[in-house]
């Protein structure tokens, strides 16, 4: 069930309230601030990257607002996400000075980033930054179905979206059935495992079948599975090579022989060890 329109040329979404989301977004956590952040950023922009996923918890907002300044792109053609570090207190607070380092007068999606203190807390700060219109979307990350479902309970904007670790290894089937449901758009993190499924040898064993490489497997895995995808990188070839997940298709039996390495039993939970 595809709750979340794909558009035809599969490179965009469209999320609960309305708003288009690209499918592939370069996520910048671990970058540091300064010339490697501003330079990855620019280079996917360069690329034809319009979706960049950073965090107040990354500390590189300054970087990816300069980037984005300095790409010459039109700021109303890139997505920018940006996430709630639930260690703070107000969401509608955090979210103004979140604009200020990134030199912006609204972000495209504000996430809480894990459900720190419990899932409903920090949610009216959250409709307060949408209210406001420093947010166009509102949504959450690391949240299991059951946090979801005590959130759209009890919320007045429902989130549109949850960005939770996926990948063929942790193949969290039943939060995406649950996600799906309730028209939740979902985001997969560390699609390529932060690095480590990338010497997959099931991973290769189908990057050598459809003559493609490892990320543009992994990658292409999470987009047949109509989610949005947020690879990291800061090398300008491997940028490059990450957004050539479009033009190929896995086969059905492809996408099986990689999801029988999940390794979560098709959880409908999003982290198996919290950190919070
Ligand atoms: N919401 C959350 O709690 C949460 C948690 C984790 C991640 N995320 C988001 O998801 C994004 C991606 O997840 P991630 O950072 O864990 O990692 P990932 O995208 O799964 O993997 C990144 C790693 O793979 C390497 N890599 C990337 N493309 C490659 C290629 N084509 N060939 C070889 N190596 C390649 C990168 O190295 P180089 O950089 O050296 O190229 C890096 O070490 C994050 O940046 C963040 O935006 C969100």
């Known amino acids: 069930m595809a709750s979340n329109p794909v558009a035809a040329d599969g490179r965009s ?22 010339p490697e952040c501003v330079n990855a950023v620019r280079w996917a922009l ?7 996923d ?3 918890a990354y500390d590189n907002e300054e970087s990816v607002g300069r ?5 010459g792109v039109a700021r109303e053609e890139v997505y920018i996400t940006t996430k709630f570090n639930p260690g703070g207190k107000d969401p509608a607070a955090e979210a103004e000075h979140s604009l200020k380092r990134l030199g912006l007068d609204y972000v495209d999606l504000y996430l809480v980033h894990w459900p720190q203190g419990g899932p409903l807390w920090a949610w009216p700060g959250m409709e307060r930054a949408h209210g406001r219109g420093h947010a166009r ?14 959130l759209l309970a009890t919320a007045g904007v429902a989130p549109v979206a949850n960005q939770v670790q996926l990948s063929p290894f942790e193949y969290r089937r039943a939060l995406i059935e649950g996600c799906q449901q309730r028209n939740v ?14 010497s997959s040898p099931a991973v290769d064993a189908v990057a050598q079948r459809v003559g493609r490489t490892p990320a543009q497997v992994l990658l292409r895995w999470s987009l047949q ?11 300008r070839q491997r940028i490059e090579e990450n957004a050539q997940a479009f033009d190929f298709v896995l086969s059905d039996q492809d996408m099986a022989d990689l999801a ?7 959880t409908d939970l999003a982290v198996e060890h919290k950190w919070w």
């Open 13 to 34: 979404r469209t999320l609960a309230d309305g708003n288009q989301i690209p499918a592939l977004g370069l996520g910048v956590w671990q970058v540091p601030d300064g």
């Open 46 to 52: 360069e690329l034809g990257y319009r979706h960049i």
């Open 54 to 56: 950073t965090a107040q």
């Open 67 to 71: 980037a984005l300044r300095d790409s």
């Open 137 to 150: 979307s509102i949504g959450v990350s690391n949240f299991s179905v059951a946090e979801l479902q005590s």
């Open 185 to 198: 758009a979902i985001e997969a993190y560390s699609p390529l495992g932060t690095g480590r499924h990338l």
């Open 225 to 235: 599975h109509d989610l949005i995808v947020l690879p990291k990188s800061t090398h």
């Open 260 to 266: 029988a390495r999940d390794g979560t039993g098709g």
